[in-house]
Protein backbone atom coordinates (compact mmCIF):
# COMPACT_ATOMS: atom_id res chain seq x y z
CA UNK A 1 0.00 0.00 0.00
CA UNK A 2 1.07 3.66 -0.23
CA UNK A 3 2.58 5.69 2.50
CA UNK A 4 3.21 9.68 2.68
CA UNK A 5 5.90 11.09 5.28
CA UNK A 6 6.38 14.65 6.30
CA UNK A 7 8.72 15.90 8.99
CA UNK A 8 8.87 17.56 11.34
CA UNK A 9 5.61 17.59 12.48
CA UNK A 10 6.30 20.57 13.93
CA UNK A 11 8.62 23.63 13.57
CA UNK A 12 9.82 26.71 15.12
CA UNK A 13 11.94 29.34 13.02
CA UNK A 14 12.93 32.87 13.30
CA UNK A 15 12.66 34.97 11.06
CA UNK A 16 15.16 35.14 8.18
CA UNK A 17 16.27 31.45 8.72
CA UNK A 18 16.47 29.33 5.84
CA UNK A 19 13.50 26.22 5.66
CA UNK A 20 13.80 22.44 4.63
CA UNK A 21 10.37 20.63 4.55
CA UNK A 22 11.12 16.97 3.25
CA UNK A 23 7.91 14.96 2.24
CA UNK A 24 8.45 11.21 0.93
CA UNK A 25 6.25 8.86 -0.90
CA UNK A 26 6.26 4.76 -0.86
CA UNK A 27 4.64 1.92 -2.71
CA UNK A 28 4.21 3.80 -6.11
CA UNK A 29 6.41 4.96 -8.48
CA UNK A 30 5.97 8.84 -10.67
CA UNK A 31 3.14 10.19 -8.46
CA UNK A 32 1.98 13.41 -9.08
CA UNK A 33 3.47 15.49 -5.67
CA UNK A 34 1.80 18.61 -4.04
CA UNK A 35 2.94 20.92 -1.56
CA UNK A 36 -0.20 23.05 0.47
CA UNK A 37 -0.51 25.90 2.87
CA UNK A 38 -3.29 25.74 4.91
CA UNK A 39 -4.13 28.83 7.28
CA UNK A 40 -5.57 28.65 10.65
CA UNK A 41 -9.56 27.67 10.02
CA UNK A 42 -9.17 28.08 6.24
CA UNK A 43 -8.85 25.44 3.18
CA UNK A 44 -5.93 24.84 1.43
CA UNK A 45 -4.11 26.87 -0.90
CA UNK A 46 -1.68 24.61 -3.30
CA UNK A 47 1.83 26.18 -3.49
CA UNK A 48 3.56 23.80 -6.12
CA UNK A 49 3.32 20.45 -7.94
CA UNK A 50 5.07 18.16 -9.33
CA UNK A 51 4.69 15.51 -12.46
CA UNK A 52 8.56 13.65 -12.46
CA UNK A 53 11.48 14.64 -11.34
CA UNK A 54 13.05 18.04 -11.56
CA UNK A 55 9.44 19.52 -12.79
CA UNK A 56 8.45 21.77 -10.58
CA UNK A 57 5.14 23.80 -11.03
CA UNK A 58 4.41 27.04 -8.97
CA UNK A 59 1.17 28.55 -8.35
CA UNK A 60 1.46 31.51 -6.36
CA UNK A 61 4.12 33.70 -6.11
CA UNK A 62 6.06 33.56 -2.72
CA UNK A 63 8.98 33.12 -0.68
CA UNK A 64 8.94 29.53 -0.98
CA UNK A 65 10.78 27.37 -3.44
CA UNK A 66 10.05 23.16 -4.39
CA UNK A 67 12.28 20.54 -5.58
CA UNK A 68 11.95 16.89 -7.12
CA UNK A 69 15.44 15.12 -6.72
CA UNK A 70 13.66 11.82 -6.41
CA UNK A 71 11.07 10.37 -8.10
CA UNK A 72 9.45 10.03 -4.48
CA UNK A 73 11.10 13.10 -2.52
CA UNK A 74 9.53 16.55 -2.68
CA UNK A 75 11.29 19.46 -1.00
CA UNK A 76 9.82 22.69 -0.09
CA UNK A 77 12.19 25.32 1.14
CA UNK A 78 13.10 29.07 1.34
CA UNK A 79 16.33 30.69 1.79
CA UNK A 80 14.72 33.41 4.28
CA UNK A 81 11.34 33.06 6.11
CA UNK A 82 8.82 35.89 6.95
CA UNK A 83 6.32 35.84 9.71
CA UNK A 84 3.75 35.42 6.87
CA UNK A 85 5.30 31.53 5.96
CA UNK A 86 3.39 30.77 9.14
CA UNK A 87 0.89 27.93 8.68
CA UNK A 88 0.29 24.39 8.32
CA UNK A 89 1.87 22.77 5.32
CA UNK A 90 0.87 19.56 4.10
CA UNK A 91 2.27 17.16 1.38
CA UNK A 92 -0.05 14.79 -1.46
CA UNK A 93 0.16 12.75 -3.96
CA UNK A 94 -1.95 11.72 -6.21
CA UNK A 95 -4.39 13.92 -8.65
CA UNK A 96 -5.50 13.60 -12.03
CA UNK A 97 -8.85 11.71 -11.81
CA UNK A 98 -7.79 10.26 -8.86
CA UNK A 99 -8.00 11.14 -5.00
CA UNK A 100 -5.08 13.33 -3.61
CA UNK A 101 -3.66 11.80 -0.27
CA UNK A 102 -2.34 13.91 1.99
CA UNK A 103 0.24 13.42 4.63
CA UNK A 104 -0.40 14.58 8.55
CA UNK A 105 1.15 18.07 7.67
CA UNK A 106 3.90 20.13 9.30
CA UNK A 107 3.17 23.05 11.73
CA UNK A 108 5.65 26.28 11.22
CA UNK A 109 5.73 28.50 13.21
CA UNK A 110 7.50 31.60 12.87
CA UNK A 111 8.97 34.10 15.64
CA UNK B 1 -11.69 32.79 -6.30
CA UNK B 2 -12.72 29.65 -5.05
CA UNK B 3 -14.91 27.95 -7.23
CA UNK B 4 -15.81 25.57 -4.82
CA UNK B 5 -18.00 26.68 -1.63
CA UNK B 6 -19.48 25.47 1.20
CA UNK B 7 -22.61 26.65 2.28
CA UNK B 8 -22.31 26.41 5.99
CA UNK B 9 -19.08 26.92 7.71
CA UNK B 10 -20.32 24.90 10.88
CA UNK B 11 -23.13 22.35 11.03
CA UNK B 12 -24.01 20.94 14.76
CA UNK B 13 -25.59 17.46 14.89
CA UNK B 14 -27.30 14.96 17.36
CA UNK B 15 -25.00 12.05 17.97
CA UNK B 16 -27.28 9.49 15.85
CA UNK B 17 -28.55 11.75 13.72
CA UNK B 18 -28.31 11.89 9.95
CA UNK B 19 -25.44 14.76 8.79
CA UNK B 20 -25.45 16.34 5.34
CA UNK B 21 -22.88 18.70 4.19
CA UNK B 22 -23.34 20.68 1.36
CA UNK B 23 -21.34 22.04 -1.32
CA UNK B 24 -21.35 24.50 -4.57
CA UNK B 25 -19.37 25.08 -7.68
CA UNK B 26 -19.45 26.90 -10.21
CA UNK B 27 -16.99 25.09 -13.23
CA UNK B 28 -20.15 23.27 -14.80
CA UNK B 29 -17.26 21.17 -16.83
CA UNK B 30 -15.93 19.50 -14.02
CA UNK B 31 -16.35 15.87 -13.78
CA UNK B 32 -14.57 14.53 -10.72
CA UNK B 33 -15.38 15.65 -7.12
CA UNK B 34 -14.29 14.55 -3.25
CA UNK B 35 -14.86 14.50 0.26
CA UNK B 36 -12.28 14.73 2.57
CA UNK B 37 -12.26 15.25 6.66
CA UNK B 38 -9.87 16.55 8.35
CA UNK B 39 -9.30 16.18 11.80
CA UNK B 40 -7.44 18.32 14.53
CA UNK B 41 -3.91 18.84 13.42
CA UNK B 42 -4.27 16.05 10.39
CA UNK B 43 -4.14 16.10 6.89
CA UNK B 44 -7.38 16.02 5.12
CA UNK B 45 -8.26 11.92 4.51
CA UNK B 46 -9.99 10.79 1.61
CA UNK B 47 -13.90 10.07 2.38
CA UNK B 48 -15.27 8.84 -1.04
CA UNK B 49 -14.99 10.36 -4.85
CA UNK B 50 -18.10 10.99 -7.48
CA UNK B 51 -17.45 10.92 -11.20
CA UNK B 52 -19.63 13.52 -13.43
CA UNK B 53 -21.46 10.46 -14.66
CA UNK B 54 -22.95 8.98 -11.61
CA UNK B 55 -25.52 11.30 -9.06
CA UNK B 56 -24.79 9.24 -5.98
CA UNK B 57 -22.62 6.89 -4.69
CA UNK B 58 -22.20 5.00 -1.54
CA UNK B 59 -19.69 3.97 1.28
CA UNK B 60 -19.70 3.21 5.06
CA UNK B 61 -21.93 5.14 6.40
CA UNK B 62 -21.23 7.93 3.83
CA UNK B 63 -23.22 8.64 0.77
CA UNK B 64 -22.40 11.22 -2.06
CA UNK B 65 -25.12 13.03 -4.35
CA UNK B 66 -24.05 15.04 -7.01
CA UNK B 67 -26.58 17.13 -9.21
CA UNK B 68 -24.90 18.34 -12.17
CA UNK B 69 -28.46 20.68 -13.07
CA UNK B 70 -27.70 23.28 -10.15
CA UNK B 71 -24.02 22.75 -9.69
CA UNK B 72 -25.07 21.17 -5.95
CA UNK B 73 -23.00 18.15 -4.28
CA UNK B 74 -23.65 16.77 -1.03
CA UNK B 75 -22.22 14.60 1.44
CA UNK B 76 -25.17 12.31 4.03
CA UNK B 77 -23.06 10.78 6.77
CA UNK B 78 -25.40 8.47 8.84
CA UNK B 79 -25.95 7.78 11.99
CA UNK B 80 -23.09 10.33 13.15
CA UNK B 81 -20.87 9.80 15.98
CA UNK B 82 -18.62 11.74 17.99
CA UNK B 83 -15.58 10.33 15.35
CA UNK B 84 -17.24 12.49 13.01
CA UNK B 85 -16.47 15.85 14.46
CA UNK B 86 -14.24 17.07 11.72
CA UNK B 87 -13.58 19.47 9.29
CA UNK B 88 -14.92 18.37 5.55
CA UNK B 89 -13.55 19.44 2.28
CA UNK B 90 -15.08 18.99 -0.71
CA UNK B 91 -12.74 19.92 -3.78
CA UNK B 92 -13.39 19.53 -7.86
CA UNK B 93 -10.83 18.59 -10.22
CA UNK B 94 -10.01 21.99 -11.76
CA UNK B 95 -7.42 20.27 -14.35
CA UNK B 96 -6.02 16.99 -15.41
CA UNK B 97 -3.41 17.59 -12.32
CA UNK B 98 -4.86 20.15 -9.49
CA UNK B 99 -7.57 20.05 -6.96
CA UNK B 100 -10.07 23.10 -5.97
CA UNK B 101 -10.79 23.03 -2.84
CA UNK B 102 -14.11 24.63 -0.99
CA UNK B 103 -13.25 26.32 2.64
CA UNK B 104 -14.47 23.67 4.62
CA UNK B 105 -17.72 22.84 6.94
CA UNK B 106 -16.46 22.29 10.84
CA UNK B 107 -18.58 19.38 12.31
CA UNK B 108 -19.42 18.89 15.42
CA UNK B 109 -21.64 15.73 17.03
CA UNK B 110 -23.03 16.73 20.59
CA UNK B 111 -23.55 13.42 22.89
Known amino acids: SQTIHQWPATLVQPVGSPLSLECTVE??????LYWYRQAAGRGLQLLFY??????ISSEVPQNLSASRPQDRQFILSSKKLLLSDSGFYLC??????????FGDGTRLSIL | GESVGLHLPTLSVQEGDNSIINCAYSNSASDYFIWYKQESGKGPQFIID?????DKRQGQRVTVLLNKTVKHLSLQIAATQPGDSAVYFCAERADDYKLSFGAGTTVTVRA
Open chain 1, 27 to 32: GTSNPN
Open chain 1, 50 to 55: SVGIGQ
Open chain 2, 50 to 54: IRSNM
Open chain 1, 92 to 101: AWGGGSQPQH
